[in-house]
C-alpha cells in the first residue's frame, strides 16, 4: 500500500503537526521540526512535505487568518486527518515490531 | 528596505496557482521578518531568495480543487465568448475591420520587407566599412560633376606609394554573349560578366564552391562561374576546369578555374562570371598617361583598419602629379566613399551598383505607417461609434459587478480577437501580394521571413499592440458610460467622441487625396517627359545594337540594303541612340564636364525630325569632310562664338581643325532630370568604327514582318552577332525605371488607402443610418422627401471630404514640388489636378454611403414605427 507509507521526513513533518495541534502552519512546524532534529530546514521542504501530505490525505486544512507580518496574506492551517493518525500508529507499530527482535546490546560498548 | 524582494513571488505567480503563491508568500513573509531580527537584511534577503527558488515544485502547478483555479483563466475565457458572440452578431462590421486590418496589416508588410531588404543591402561583406569607391569630382563654371570612372592606370601607379591601401579593385560590368551547348543543340546566352583585378574576391566576400580560391582569374582566359549560371550552361555544377566558348570565332575559350555561389539577393553586386580584366587592356597590358586613347574604370578601394579615407584621398593628387601632368587627372578633386553609403547614392551610377532612393525608402516607411494607421481609424471609429448601441449591455454588465477593468478588458479582447484573425490572413495576402510587388520593384525580396524568428515574433508583438492602440479608446469609451445614463436608454451622446470621429475621417480623407494627387501629378510628369518634348514617335523607331568596328566597312551596304526593305521608312548609323548614357569628359574650360560626342550619318538628325537653326547638315555627297561638325544650341550659348558658323575656333579631344557647319535645335536624348548637355555631332565618316547602333525607322503597319525582314538582313552580313533590337520607346522608358516603379507603387497604395477609407465610410454610414432609422421615419411621416433625408444621412461627409481636401491640397502640393525639382524640365502643376481629384472623391463618397443612406430612406415608416 503505497499510498500510506510514510517517509522519514513526512513523519517528522506529521509528528510536529500533531503535536502543534492548532497552532500548525508551515513556519511553526518548521520550527518544532528544527527544534527535535537539531537540523536546519528550509521552509519550501516544509510545503512541499505539507501540501504532498495533504493530496495523500494525512492532512486536512484550511485557511486562517491574515496579518501584517505575514504581508497581509492569510496562512493555511494543517490538522492530521484520521488517516494520517492512522499512518502515524501503523509507522510506529512497524518499528516497535522490529525493536522487539533486535537483542539487549547489539554493539560492542554502546548503551541502548 | 526591509521587505522581501517583489520579484521572486511575481515570477512565481506568472506560472503558478495564485492561492498557492499567496499562501507560500505570507510564510516566507513571515520567516522573513524572524531572519531579519536575527540574521540581518542581507542573510534574510539571501534566504528568502532561495526559499522562493526552491519553492518551484510541482504542487505549485496542481490545479487542485476550484479554490485554487485562478479566476483570470474564467474570465478569458468568458471575454472570448463574449467577443465571438458580439462579432457574429454584426457581421458587416466585423469583417469591415477584419478585411481593413488585413489589407493594411498586409500591405505594411510588404513595404516593411522592402525597408528591411534595403537595410540588409550587404551584410554579408565583412569588409565594408573598410571598402571605398574612388570618385573624382570636376569643376566647371560652378558645377561640379562627380565622375565614377577612374583612369585605369591611376590607381596601379600610385597605390604602392600611398600607405593605408590595402589594395583596390578596378571593375567593369558588361555583357558577353555565350556559346551554349545542351544536348547537342547550340544557343546562344548573353551573361552579364563582372571583369575585376585578380584581388576581387580578397575585398568582396563571396562563397567559393570549388576550385582553387588563390588563383582564380590570374591567368587571362580563365572565369569563375556562378552556380545558376553553370546549371544553365552545363546543367550541373562539376565544370571546374571545362571550357566555355562565346560566339565570335576570334576570342579564345574561357577556362573555368572555379565555381561559386550565386551573389546573395541583397549583394548589390550581380553578375554570373567573374573575369580578369586583361582582355579590356591593350596587349601591353595597360593604357598609359600618355596615350590618347584611355579606359576609365570604377576603382574600390580596401583600406588597411584604421585608415582615414580622406587623408588617402588628399595624398591622390600630389602622388598622381608625379607621373602625369595630364589636366582632367591632376585637377580633379578625389573622394573616397564608403562602400556602406553607396547604396544609397542616387547622384551618380558606377553600373555596377544599382542604388536606393533614400527618400523613396523614406517614403514608403510613411506610406506604410499611413495605411496601417487607416484601418486602425476604421476599428476606433465603427467600435466606437457602436458602443452606444451596446450601452445596455454594458449597464447590465455594471449592475451584476462588473468593474471599469473588467469592461476594459473585455473590450481589449475583442479587438485583439479581430487582430488576431487578421494577421494570419494579412501574411496570406502578403504571400499573394510579393509576386506582383516584385514585379513592380524588379528585383526579388531577399528577407526570408517566414524562417525568421525574431521577425515573426516581432511580427507578433506588433499585432498585440495594434490591438492595444485599435481597442483602447472604445475600451475606454465604453466603459465610462454612466450606468443611470445607460438604464434611460439615452447614454451621454458625446459631442467629443462624435468630432473625434470626424476629425479621423478627415484624417484618412486627407491621406487618400494626398496619395491621389501625387498619382496623377507623377502621372502627368512621365507623360510630359514621354510625349511633349520629342520631336519623333519613338514607338515607330527601332535601334539595333552592334559591336565596336563592326559596321566600320560595310555601314553604307547594310543601310542601303536596310532601306529597301518593305515597311522600313529610314535607316541612320549612329554610335547612340536617345536613351544612351553616352558622353565624354570636356577638356574645354568653358563646357561643362559632361559633354556628348555623337557619331552619326547624314539621315540621323531627318530620322529624328531635327531642325537646324543655323548653317547646314551634312552632305551626303561630300561627308569625305571628316573635319565636319555640328554643335547643339547647348554648346553654342556656352562657347559664346562671335561667329559661330565655320569657325574653326573649337577644338576637342586634340582634333584642331573642326570646323562647325551647323547649328542644331535643342533636343532630348537624355533624362528630362538633366539638363540639355553640349552635344557636338561628328560625321560616320570621321569615326566609321565607332558606329555600333543601326536605327530604324518603320512604317505603322506589320511590325513582326518588318522586324524578320531586318533580322534576315543582320544575319546575313553579322552571323556571329546577336539581333538585339529594341523599340525606342522602351529604351527611353528604362531612362524612368524610378519614375515609372514610383508611380505603379503610388497607384497600388492608393487604391489599397481609398478601399480602407471608402470601407470605413460605408460601415459608419450603415451605423448612421440604423442609429437614425426612427428619426428619418418619423419625418417621412411629417412629409419629407427622399431628396431631403437623403441630404440629412450624407450632408456631413461631404463637408469632411471638402476640408479633407483643403488640407490635402497644399500638403499634396508641397511634396510634388519637392519631387519635380529633381526634374530640369517639369510639367506644371496645375490646378485641374485638385479639382478632379476632389470631384472624383465626392462622388466616391457618395457612392460609398449611398447604399445605405438609399435604403434607410426608402424604408416604410410603418414598419420601423410599429412597436413605439
Redesign the interface.
Known sequence: MKGSFLGEFEEVVLLATWVLKDQAYANTVRAEVEKHTQRSINLSAIHSALYRMERKGFLDSKLGEASARRGGKAKRHFYVSNKGTEALNEARRIRESFWQLVPAAPFKGENL | MNR?PRFPMWLLRLIANRN?V??????????F??NLESKGLSKARRIYL???F??V?P?LL?H?QAYRKPKYIDMVIYHLKMATRHMSKSRVFTAINIFGLTIGLASSLAILLFVLDQRQTDDFQSRQDRIYRLESALEREGVITRNTYIHSNAMPTIAKNIPGIETYVRMSKSPRTLLSETEGKQSLIEEDFLFVDPDFFKVFDFEILSGNPDKLIDEPSSVVITESAALRHFGHTDVVGKTISSNSEDAEPRIISALMADPPGNSSLQFDFVSGNAELFPPSGHYSFKTRFSLSLPTYLLLSPGTSPDEVADKIVPELSKHTDKKNLVESVYSLNSFEDLKYDIAVSDRLIAPVDKRVIGMFSIIAVFIISLALINYINLTSARSIQRAHEVGVRKVVGAGRKTLVNQLLTESLVICLIALPLAILALELIIPSFETILERKLFFEYRTNPAFLAALLGFTLLLSGIAGLYPALLLSRFKFSHMMKGRPEHGQKGSLLRKALVIFQFTFSIALIICVFLVQNQLDFVRNKTLSYSPEHIIVLKGQFGMLSKNYKTVKAELGQLPGVDMVSMANSSPGDDRFMTSTHPKVSARMSRYVVDEDYLKLFNLNMVEGSYFNPLADSATTHVIINQALADVLELEDPLYSTAFKFHGRHNNKIIGIVENFHFESLRDEIKPVIIAPAASLAPALTQVIVKVENTEFDQTIKNIEAVWNKFFPDVIFDYQFLDDKLDRLYTAEYRLSKIFGLFTVLAILITCLGLFGLSMHISEVKLKEVSIRKVLGASITQIMRLLSGQVYWLVGIAALIASPLAWYFMNQWLQDFAYKTVISADTFVITLIACLILATLTISWHALKTARTNPAETLRNE
Do not use: N, V
Open positions: 522581501p498557492i499567496d499562501e507560500i508568500e505570507g510564510d516566507l513573509h513571515e520567516d521578518l524572524d532561495w526559499t522562493a526552491r519553492s515544485r504542487y496542481a487542485k
